[in-house]
């Protein structure tokens, strides 16, 4: 239990007890939104209807019983809210101290395990939400039967790329959000296992392989393919599948030739079927490259090609079992009477859809893993699929639930990006840019700096800077993408949180020589508001990431570490911290050390390093 956590529990208990019953509880307790209110308050509204008294009488009676001690030094009515005013050394103590001997483990818990939002049964039909004032609301649950939750072991379905295809920021925006997430819910108590399913034997596959060779003549000025390694022939079928989407649209021959590419391929027949092994191994180092830069890591990748035959079988059980039915020559599962339409799992020519090895997918994920919980992450153009394909896992008798997280779309300042038409902003594009605006802004301000530096603080910075723009808003708004406004070192940007931290490094540089003992530092000096809002910011972390990973909502984090920040430049600029006398700057460097173990620890939640100087 964590120093926050004791304080309010000490509150809660001396509310009931005064009033003779379980009646309130830690989690009514809120922050007021001006300290000269208090530092935890509660509103009376939901005790008044429980005891059918009006909020004064409620508060009149606890002011006139209430015990204080080393928690709580006063307390004060405010309308029907009743504010406590807490000690402040021993806040600043205890909060410090829990800091200093956690460190990067600061602010792990146990809420995905106890949250009371986490013990209903049945799939949410969509994470649960915070209101306007913060408090936290389930969603409505299906009707479906699923195990108690607790002890949790999720498994979390991201970066579904497809190979011969290009990886751009779009794809950026999933792999971020599903890192987060894994690193949320691991940090909450849960165990989170990330596993990448790869789509490398659809349409799209055909249609670049059937262009490759004419690109290949076309475009690369005699170069040939083999002058490249495997990561940048990846690369390079992302280039040629949006060539061939061009062409084909202009040649009316085309499609029909295609959709034999796919026939031969799926039937792992002929010289097609040989290409295609050959070059869904490029796609998978470009992949792989990605992944290194990002520093994302996989239990496990599946693939496609992997589970369609499986998926046949399966389709041919749920024929059996009436789940599915022929059609004109198709196979399809008819959901009209869910409201959810029609499913096609095999088309008339023979050929499967990705519904197909997705049936496969969820019974290999259930085999080894035995989830209670199984979440896929993709755009919000999925969600009518995947409602449909978890009705159809819950047909068949699936014991997992499943939930489906959609996040809208990346677009440019210029518009809406296209795979198929080339608008789009490639990661290898986007990284190259971000490093070379990086670096040129390194050289300028450190001279001193070697090569090796500069290379090492631009990538910290400008990865950091595309992953925080895809997450610190709602998965549900659209990210319009701006690399000078991601780059700025004001305003809402990984850069403005890096540097605060980095300033922080600064004046711990000026003290290297110095070892500062918490159990030594006098905290009664840290007595400024601006002291005691910072404390108490670092104190409610652990609250911070539960609620993230109830809300599955990574820019609950992205907020937090921003304010804090925010928070902590304010401090700098307006209070003394070397200049002060010997007791006074001992506290507020452990106050400061404090402040940037936990910007560190929240950055890294959201997969952003940080960076000593910049």
Same mark, same amino acid.
């Given at each position: ?234 690369? +390079? +079928? ?377």
């Amino acid at each position: 239990m964590n120093a926050w956590e004791k304080i309010k529990l000490e509150i809660v208990a001396n509310i009931n007890s005064i009033l003779g019953a379980e009646l309130a509880s830690a989690d009514d307790l809120i922050i007021p939104p001006n300290p000269e209110f208090g530092d935890l308050g509660i509103a009376l509204f939901g005790l008044a209807k429980k005891l059918g008294k009006a909020p004064n009488e409620i508060s009149e009676q606890i002011l006139n019983n209430i015990k204080y001690g080393e928690v709580i030094i006063g307390a004060k009515a405010a309308g029907p809210y009743l504010n406590f005013f807490l000690d402040k050394k021993n806040l600043a103590e205890n909060v410090i101290a829990e800091i200093d001997e956690a460190k990067e483990k600061f602010g792990q818990n146990d809420s995905i395990l106890t949250h009371p939002l986490r013990q209903a049964q049945g799939r949410p039909s969509a994470p649960p939400k915070a209101d306007e004032g913060g408090a936290i609301h389930p969603s409505p649950l299906g009707s479906a039967q699923g195990r108690q939750e607790g002890n949790k072991k999720i498994v979390l379905e991201f970066s579904n790329g497809n190979t011969h295809k290009e990886f751009h920021i779009g794809h950026l925006r999933n792999i971020c959000y599903g890192d987060s997430l894994v690193k949320i819910l691991n940090a909450g108590g849960a165990d989170a296992i990330p596993v990448s399913y790869i789509n490398d034997f659809g349409i799209h596959v055909a249609k670049t392989l059937w262009d490759l060779d004419a690109y290949v003549k076309e475009n690369l000025n005699g170069k040939k393919l083999d002058d490249f390694s495997e990561a940048e022939k990846g690369f +390079l +079928l992302g280039k040629i599948y949006v060539d061939a989407s061009t062409k084909e649209k202009n040649d009316p021959t085309a499609t029909p030739i295609i959709g034999g590419w796919k026939q031969k391929i799926e039937a792992r027949q002929g010289e097609e079927y040989a290409l295609w092994q050959k070059t869904r191994l490029w796609s998978i180092a470009n992949f792989a490259a990605v992944y290194a830069d990002l520093g994302i890591k996989f239990q496990d990748t599946l693939y496609e090609s992997e589970l369609v035959d499986e998926g046949k079988k399966i389709v041919e059980e749920l024929l059996a079992k009436n789940i599915l039915k022929k059609s004109e020559g198709a196979i399809i599962a008819d959901l009209s009477d869910y409201k959810l339409d029609v499913l096609v799992f095999v088309r008339s020519n023979g050929t499967a859809t990705y519904s197909v090895a997705d049936l496969a997918l969820s019974r290999e994920k259930e085999r080894r893993y035995s989830p209670d919980e199984s979440i896929v992450l993709t755009d919000v153009r999925q969600e009518l699929y995947f409602k449909q394909l978890f009705k159809i896992l819950e047909l068949s008798g699936a014991k997992e639930k499943f939930l489906h997280l959609g996040y809208d779309f990346v677009k440019l300042p210029s518009g809406m990006m296209s795979s198929r038409t080339g608008n789009v902003i490639t990661y290898q594009e986007l990284k190259e840019e971000l490093l070379a605006k990086c670096e040129a802004e390194a050289k300028k301000r450190h001279e001193d700096w070697d090569e090796e530096k500069i290379k090492s603080n631009a990538l910290k910075i400008g990865l950091g800077a595309a992953k925080f723009e895809m997450l610190k808003v709602g998965a549900k708004s659209i990210i319009t993408f701006d690399i000078e406004k991601a780059l700025a070192l004001e305003g809402y940007t990984s850069a403005y949180i890096q540097y605060a931290y980095a300033r922080i490094q600064s004046i711990m540089r000026k003290i290297k020589n110095e070892k500062l003992k918490i159990k030594n530092i006098d905290f009664t000096k840290l007595s400024e508001i601006k002291e005691i809002e910072l404390i108490k910011k670092l104190a409610i972390y652990p609250e911070i990431i539960s609620r993230a990973g109830v809300e599955y909502d990574p820019s609950v984090i992205a907020k937090y570490v921003y304010e804090l920040a925010q928070l902590l430049n304010d401090y700098y600029h307006s209070v003394p911290v070397l200049q002060a006398e010997e007791e006074t700057k001992n506290a507020r460097l452990a106050l400061l050390s404090s402040v940037a173990q936990v910007i560190k620890n929240g950055l890294g939640l959201l997969g952003i390093e940080t960076v000593d100087e910049m």
